[in-house]
């Protein structure tokens, strides 16, 4: 989650710096802290030292979990500073590559938008809801904006309602329509002498509020921890008390399926996966001055993973691969008879 305080009541600057140093403590988390460095840059008004960082990234020798949220951030972060033509450039990579997170097409189409280019922007957000969402029958809460921001642009231009905005309509969970919240026409409400027209933006802006508030206090997902079949076998054999816990590498990535499938179907929201290394593991048993062979402590290790942002979100988009890393989709893979 981005930062979006107010540059007077936070010291940005100071805040990136520190989540700098801890970056180079932290090299697993490095990706995660360093955007959110990026972001307090940005909110500090150092665009140019913001997209150092984000260069830092994608030069980085380690892979990227999110290369394309980070040129995406780049893009937009550059075009806000009078590099339109590199952001514009950049934008087109990200929409010819076809990402399967929504995350890069709500920031390019948001980009577009807040530069006036909406017909643009439509096109963007029509991209991405298509790829990811045709055949989906229950949309997944990341690729919820990308709905919502198809919608608003849409009623900018005042095009008709097509079938991706009544989807819209009916994931928006406010008591104000997506209809009313979007109207173009809504900022000469803010100038009108009319008390009732008054009181109703007072409404529009306190659900829009809601929304906001809901989307901040979403809880981290219910994680549950994999091993790759490298990792598992590390782990296995320093820490032989776990064999019990994981008596082979098939039947855990097997558990995990089932029990995502049987947290799914008791109405369980925001599922996801984290993946573990007994490095990480072994520091995390050290700081809860605890023994890494207790399986007590993996649940919490899986918990910290979570809240440190690790989560992939299940099950995966449609056409993604599978979670396992086997390289082949999900839908061929443990989501066979999902």
Known sequence: ????????????????????????????????????????????????????????????????????????????????????????????????????????????????????????????????????????????????????????????????HDEWDTLADTLHSSPVSLDELHDPKRVWSLGSDNPAELAAEISRLRAELGTYREALSRPFPVAVLHWPTGELAELVAAYSSLAEEYPSHELHLATIEASLRELAASGTPNLGIVTGTVPSYEAFAASEGASPGDSDLLPQYATTLAARGRAVAWPPQRGSGCWCGSGRGYGECHGVGA
């Open 1 to 160: 989650m981005r930062p979006d305080t107010p540059a007077e009541n936070v010291d940005h600057t100071a805040e990136a710096a520190r989540l700098e140093r801890t970056a180079g403590l932290y090299p697993e988390d490095a990706e995660a802290l360093l955007l959110q460095a990026a972001a307090h840059l940005e909110l500090a008004g150092d665009r140019p030292a913001a997209s150092t960082l984000y260069d830092r990234l994608l030069s980085s020798p380690e892979t990227l979990d999110t290369p394309h949220l980070v040129r995406a951030l780049k893009a937009s972060n550059l075009w806000e500073y009078g590099h339109e033509a590199e952001a514009r450039a950049i934008i087109d990579g990200i929409r010819t590559a076809s990402p399967r997170d929504p995350a890069p097409w709500v920031i390019v189409a948001e980009s577009l938008e807040s530069h006036d280019e909406l017909e643009a922007a439509q096109e963007t957000f029509t991209e991405g809801v298509t790829l990811l969402l045709t055949d989906v029958t229950d949309p997944p809460y990341s690729s919820h904006p990308l709905l919502f921001g198809r919608h608003r642009v849409r009623r900018m231009l005042g095009a008709p």
